[in-house]
C-alpha cells in the first residue's frame, strides 16, 4: 500500500455486505484492484458482470497464497470461522485481514489460532445492512454514516499503523469508526441488535400463529410493519449469530423478560384490582 492506496484487495463473499465494500472501495479511488472470492461461481460471474469486482481470486481454489494486501471476510460467522480454518495459511505476509461478521469473540479466537504471524488480524463489524440478500440489493452507499467497529484490545493501540491504515480506509467510505474489545461488541449487539432482531421475530410468530392471522395483517399499520419488518431477514445469518453469542443475548433476554413480566403482572392487577397508577409501565413511555 502506497499512503492510503491499497494495491490489492480480495473480497471473499460477494453477497449484499461484500458486494456493497467492493462497489464503495471502487468509488473512493483508494484500491488499485479488487478482486473476489465466492462459494458460488453465479454469484462470481454476477460480480464480474456487473463490475463489483476486477477479476477473480483463484489462489483459495488452487491452494495457493493470495497475492491481496487486504483480505475482506463477508459471509456468515460460521463461515468466517470456517474459511479462517480453511485457507488461514494462504495469505500473503504482511497481509491485513478483516471481517464483517455480526460477532466477534469466535472470529477473533479462530484467526488468533490459524493465521500465521506474518499476518495482521483486524475484526471488523458494519453496523449497517437490510432484511434484504445478495449481489443484487448492494450498493456503494451502504456504509454511509453508518458505525463501523474495528476490535482493539486493550493493550492496542489504535494508532498503530494497520489499525490506523484500516481505520481511515473505511472513513473514505463514510462510516463512523469506533473501537471495541470483542466481548464490548458481543455484548452491545446483543442489546441493540441481536434483541431486536429476535423480538421482531416473536412479533411476527404471535400475529402468525393467531386464528385470526389474516384479518389482523389487513387491520395493521405502520407500527407492525416498522416492528416486525427484521422478522424477513435470513436465518442462516442469524443462526449463525445467535450461536456465537449466546451467553449475552440469553442475558439480555432475561432483562427484557423482567420488563414484560412487570408490565404483564401490573396489568393484570389493574384488570383484577380496579387499580389504574400503571407506575412502572408508564416509566416506558415519553411522559407528555
Known sequence: MTGQRWERITVIGCGLIGASFALAMKRSGACAVLDG??????????????????????????????SSDLIYLAMPVEEIIMFLRDHGRQ??????????????????????????????????????????????????????????????????????????????TLELLGTRVTFMTADEHDRAMALVSHLPQIVSGVMAAVVRGDPDAAALTNVSGAGFRDMTRLAESSWSVWRSILKTNPTHIVATLEMLIEKLTTVRDELKGCREEGGDDLKMTRKLFVES
Request: aromatic share 6%.
Open 37 to 66: 472470492w465466492d462459494k458460488s461461481s453465479a454469484v462470481l460471474d454476477a460480480a464480474l458482470e456487473c463490475g463489483v469486482i476486477d477479476d477473480v481470486d483463484q489462489s483459495f481454489a488452487r491452494g495457493d497464497v493470495s
Open 91 to 168: 495469505f500473503k505476509t504482511g497481509a491485513i485481514v478483516t471481517d464483517a461478521g455480526s460477532t466477534k469473540t469466535e472470529i477473533c479466537h479462530t484467526a488468533l489460532h490459524c493465521l500465521p504471524e506474518e499476518c495482521l488480524f483486524i475484526g471488523g463489524h458494519p453496523v449497517a445492512g437490510s432484511h434484504f440478500r445478495g449481489l443484487a440489493h448492494a450498493t456503494p452507499d451502504l456504509f454511509s454514516g453508518a458505525p463501523y467497529v474495528l476490535i482493539a484490545g486493550r493493550d492496542q493501540i489504535p494508532r498503530e499503523p494497520a489499525l490506523g491504515a484500516l481505520k481511515e
